[in-house]
Every structure is written in C-alpha cells, then in structure tokens.
C-alpha cells in the first residue's frame, strides 16, 4: 500500500466542537499500570509515544468515577483525588506537548465488578436491578438517591477533565459496563423512569449526559462509547434493527452527545441482517448526523477477545477496505486498539508507507508500558 492510498485517514477532522488532524483515535485500553489509581510519569510517557507518532486522539484506558465499587483493581487509575488527577494532568501535558489530543474514558463497572476487589473491596458492586449479565439476582437494584450520586460522579469527573485541559471525555456505555446495564433488558428490570422499553432504558445515560453537559458548558466534547455485544454475550443485541436503533440513539443525541463510538470486534462487519452493507458506525452516523468512530480489527488478523480468552495475539492485515469505507464517509473516525498498543508508531508508519515495518500484536506488549 503506498502512503497515497492510506489518504482518507489523514485527513484533518473538523466538527463543531471537535479538530484532529487526521482521523486515527487510540482505542481505550485498560493497562493496569497506575497502582494506586495514580498515573504516574511512565503512564504518560506511554501516551506521549502514541501521540508524537501521529495519533489524531487518544482515549484513555477505562478511568474510575468517584464510586466506591466502580473499580476491580487498585492498579486502574482513578479520576478523583489530588495525586491522580495531578498524575492525569502530567499525561495531557505530555500529549499535548506531542501535538496530539485526549480525552479520558470514564469507566464504571457496575454489577460485573467482582466482590471484593478494587480499592474498596467491601464495597457491594451495583447495578440498575442487582442482576448480572446473565440476568441472575447477585445484589440489590439501586436507588434513586443511588443513581442520583452515580451521576453527579460522572459530572464531577467531567468537570475535572475540562478543569485539566483535555479535549473532552468518552462515556463508557459499551461492553456491559454500568450505563450498558441500564441500556440492556436483561440487565435492567427496573419499573420506574429508569426502566422499561428500550428507550426508556437509555435514560440512566441521556441523565449522566445532560449532567456532564451542565458540567462543562456547551462547547466541550462528550462522546459515548456504546456496543451491540457485552463481556460474555457477543451475541447481545440492544436494537435488532435499524429502526430500533434510532429509536435508541434519539434520546442520546438529544441529551447531547456529540460523538458516538461504535464498539466492534470486526469493522466489516454488517449491523444487521437485513442485506444493507454498513456497520454499526456508519448506521449511526446515518440515523443520528453526528460523527462516529469505527473500531474492530483494524489492520489485524483476529478479534481482540480472542486476546482475553485464549491469550493471542495477532498478525498484520492489509486496511484497504477501512480506508474504502473511510473514503465512502460511512463514519469520521477509526479507533485503533492492539496494533497501537504493540506498535506506538502505527500511524507513522501507515502515513510514510513503511508496512513492512509494523509490529504484530503480541500477548507480551500488555506486560510493558512502552
Ligand atoms: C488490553 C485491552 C484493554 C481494553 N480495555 C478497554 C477499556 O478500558 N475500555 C473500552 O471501552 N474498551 C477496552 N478494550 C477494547 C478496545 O478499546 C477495542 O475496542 C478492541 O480492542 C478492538 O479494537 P482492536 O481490534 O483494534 O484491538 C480493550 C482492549 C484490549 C485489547
């Protein structure tokens, strides 16, 4: 492939709110490097390499509310208390030094944090019902006093994310994660406001987005990261079609987000069975308007849960159909998870045409920081 081709992703990104340069986005990716919730220099320097090697914006790995049972280790970072939010500081000036963008993803849970762990591990874990994602009863339905603090922690984590100088946030609704409870029937039995049909079940995050907006005022990015499967459950499905989708995704464009995120295994793959060639990126760009970001195999030979479940890693692919797709406008932007992690300069080396010299993924490269 020569650098020509690979032209549709370096074309600068312009939206409302939003300016990168071109349009590669590091996928968030939990590390495990911040013991004691605190990012330190190395964390940074981790970013900083992603971004001096031409990466348009970075999402951080999963980053935890100020909840007592948001996390499951005590080596995720935090995104409360003095030292980590100055160790977060030292990580945007390290990117923004690079030239690049970030914006931290901000991660709960919910009822799939395993009891017992994290830096609270009395804490109960929680979610919408108290069910797991097999729809079993491990805990009690929270609250609405409850929810009313989860969301005012999101807020104040939004707040501390302008305060700091990053370039937005990304709310974690994928993956079967806390908002991705509220979003799912199986997860959510809830019989007041916070539950029902499918779009009464995306009010937990259309609150948590109005309250983040009101955090940081009109101009500052807020995307959302949402997924059709959960951890365990592939086959998961939040809309079966298109037109539940919009359904769906109304009440969360209303509520104000201004980037949606995508997350797929496999990028090529059709949002559903209908015949209609487009994934779930360039679905919601086409029902919603706003911009999206694909993910999913990009420039690899295998799914990435493939890496949790039986510890492999991946070989090179070619991208030319992403880059046909990209050129098509199906969607604005394309997240890169693994190729990045193993290959800090991934997008150096795709813009200058050196293919040959990309690093496959390996299981090793999550052991270090570099
Ligand atoms: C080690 C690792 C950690 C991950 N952690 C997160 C995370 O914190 N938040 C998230 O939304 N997705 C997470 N993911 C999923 C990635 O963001 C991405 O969607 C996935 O790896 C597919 O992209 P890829 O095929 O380019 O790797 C993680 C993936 C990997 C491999």
Redesign the pocket.
Known sequence: MSTNSAKALFEPFRSAKLSLDNRIVM?????GFSPGGVPSEDVAAYYKRRAENGVGLI?T??TLINHPAAGASTRWPHFYGANALNGWSGVVNAVHGAGGKIMP?L?HLGITRKPGTGTNPDAPSVGPSGLNLAGEQVGEPLTEAEIADLIAAYAQAAADAKRLGFDGI?L?G??G?LIDQFFWGVTNTRTDRFGGGLVKRTRFAAEVVEACRRAVGPDFPIML?F?QWKDGAYDARLAKDADELALFLQPLTDAGVDVF?C?????WEPAFDDGVDLNLAAWTKKLTGKPTIT??????DL???R??KEKKG?GITGIEELLERLDRGEFDLV???????GDPAWAAKIKEGRESELRP?TPEA?QTLY
């Open positions: 996928a968030p990716m939990t590390r999402v790995e999963g993803q991660w990304e974690h994928a993956h994660y990261r997924s995120h997350s797929t295994r496999r990028f993910v999913g195999s990009v420039g690899l799914e990435f849960t890496f949790f991946a997240a890169i998870g693994r190729a990045l992690l993924f999550t």
